[in-house]
């Protein structure tokens, strides 16, 4: 889950005034039919099932918005669970408001909810930080009905890609989904892809009103799995994409035409060459080799403060901060700040500064997409590295990624598919993926069989590198405390018997203490 949406464009001119959505969205009528039932014949066993769900996005309009409603029934004690509602929503594209929820009782009377949500970080990644809007539905029971309605407000003077997730944790009875496109100035155009539809379910089509409909029904609760492969491509889901140009159908011809732009981008960030020289002169000696260059200002870009990687502030401390966004790489500098995004290019600057030659690429994060240039999307590209030529060889860096050492990108951006950027519209190249024998877990134990049979000794566990670097990252706003827990659960984990675990306070693994080469 670390992901960053594609920002199709911005647009120069639209008009002040939002236009109606395409179908408004409301609490439903109060059905007996759906407070009598006890169980759903498709889904037997569920805990609660998605009776209704409708989803509205209008494009038109200074703020694009979208108006969701789910209707969810309660079938057993463990369905009570689905009160506690969590809205997921991307912090740097919009908000959630309008928010209206309530509870219906098995004997039909309503409990509106008058509480307050709140909102709560599910994850972040480079440049982007994945909300949710949380809150719990009031006296839930079992055969009752709860539903909530809300407005995603996207940001102003901006479009963005749609996407129709069908797939739910929980069955779902019934959905519909509507799509008023763009259609103001510039000449946007749109097109839309679909993947695994429910049997008998349509494809979205375009009505003579130019609004994009689609229903289905009997949609199969999505379950996930440990190891499985990206959830986004077992999804039933259909995906927009908005053009500022025609629809080009070769694959080649379209990524050279956004390779060309988004070099251009990041050109225009980067700034000239000479800028960066007073920063680097800090950084390294002229009698240093490349690779010691490297090497120094790697570690020197990490120790700027990453903002991906903080615990989240309250609205009240972000705005006492007044933090902005940087417009280039000497801004990032100079407030000695930014995120990991900012900081990998920053990283890029200082290395061209330093006479290496070195690019910026664009790559595919491996947790979210099966990555396949024939499809013709650039959300698809949602992490950036910096491919270093040094001695004939290619190194991968991404020093926004935090802990992850000099040569070694998380596991995330290792052997996917990438933009290498060029004046000429780029080229595609593959990251590099370390040998099994740098990502290891050791485990080195002293034990002594005692007279009433049971064991007793110390153990030593090392972590190196993707491995290390995976549970840093998971522990970094823990306490000693917790961390001690962490460790002490994962042992247990490895023996199939009681065991009693205790972190050697000496040693102090419990602080997740960093090696040489990335290890703890």
């Not at 997730?165 to 103001?184: D, H, M, P, Q, R």
């Not at 396949?372 to 030529?389: I, S």
């Not at 007279?451 to 970094?476: C, H, I, Y």
């Amino acid at each position: 889950m670390f992901i960053r949406r594609w920002l199709i464009t911005s647009l120069l001119a639209m008009p002040a005034i939002c236009a109606p959505t395409a179908s408004a969205v409301g609490f439903q009528p109060v059905s007996p039919d759906e407070l009598k039932m006890t169980a759903e014949p498709n889904a037997p066993g569920a805990p609660a099932i998605l009776l209704f769900r409708q989803v509205d996005r209008d494009d038109n309009g200074r703020t694009s918005h979208e108006d969701d409603y789910f209707r969810i029934k309660i079938l057993t004690e463990e369905g009570r669970k689905y009160a506690d509602v969590e809205i997921p929503f991307y912090k740097q594209e919009g908000n959630i408001v309008n928010l209206r929820a309530r509870t219906i009782r098995p004997d039909g009377s309503i409990v509106n909810f008058e509480g307050k949500a709140f909102d709560k970080t599910i994850a972040k990644a480079k440049g982007m930080k994945y909300m949710a809007k949380t809150f719990t539905l009031p006296d839930v029971q079992v055969g009752g009905i709860i539903e909530y309605f809300y407005t995603l407000d996207l940001s102003e003077h901006y479009i963005y890609g749609s996407h129709w997730i069908l797939s739910n944790e929980l069955f779902t009875k019934s959905v519909k989904f509507s799509l008023k496109s763009y259609a103001g100035y510039g000449g946007f155009n749109l097109r839309w892809s679909w993947n695994w539809l429910p049997p008998g379910s349509s494809q979205p089509k375009d009505g003579p009103d130019h609004i994009i409909r689609m229903e289905a029904n009997n949609v199969p609760a999505f379950r996930t799995e440990d190891f499985m492969p990206p959830e986004n491509e077992l999804k039933s889901r259909v995906d927009f994409i908005y053009s500022d140009d025609s629809f080009e159908s070769d694959p080649v011809k379209f990524w050279k035409r956004v390779g060309k732009e988004l070099n251009g981008k990041l050109e225009s960030y980067l700034g000239k060459r000479q800028s960066m020289e007073p920063a680097l002169s800090q950084i390294v000696s002229p009698n240093d080799t490349p690779e010691t260059k490297l090497e120094k200002i790697y570690a020197r870009v990490q120790q700027i403060r990453n903002t991906t990687y903080e615990v989240r502030k309250t609205q009240q401390e972000e705005k006492r901060e007044k933090q902005k966004d940087a417009t280039n790489v000497e801004d990032v500098w100079k407030r000695g700040y930014g995120d990991g995004v900012q900081l990998t290019w920053l990283y890029l600057a200082l290395v061209r500064a330093a006479g290496i030659e070195a690019y910026g690429v664009w790559v595919s994060d491996r947790s979210n997409y099966f990555f396949v240039p024939q499809t013709m999307d650039p959300n698809r590209l949602d992490g950036n590295v910096v491919l270093v030529k040094l001695n004939g060889k290619d190194i991968y860096c991404d020093p926004g990624a935090a802990f992850a050492p000099f040569g070694m990108l998380p596991w995330v951006e290792t052997n996917v598919s990438g933009l290498r950027l060029d004046k000429d519209g780029g080229s595609w190249v593959t990251t590099s993926i370390p040998p099994s024998s740098e990502s290891r877990i050791v485990n080195k134990a002293r034990l002594k069989l005692l007279d009433n049979g049971d064991l007793e000794g110390k153990l030593e566990e090392t972590f190196s590198g993707l491995e290390a670097l995976q549970r840093r990252v998971e522990e970094r706003n823990l306490d000693e405390t917790d961390r001690r827990k962490f460790l002490e659960d994962e042992v247990k984990e490895y023996i199939p018997a009681a065991v009693d675990v205790e972190i050697d306070e000496q040693t102090r693994m419990g602080q997740l203490r960093p090696k040489p080469g990335g290890g703890i």
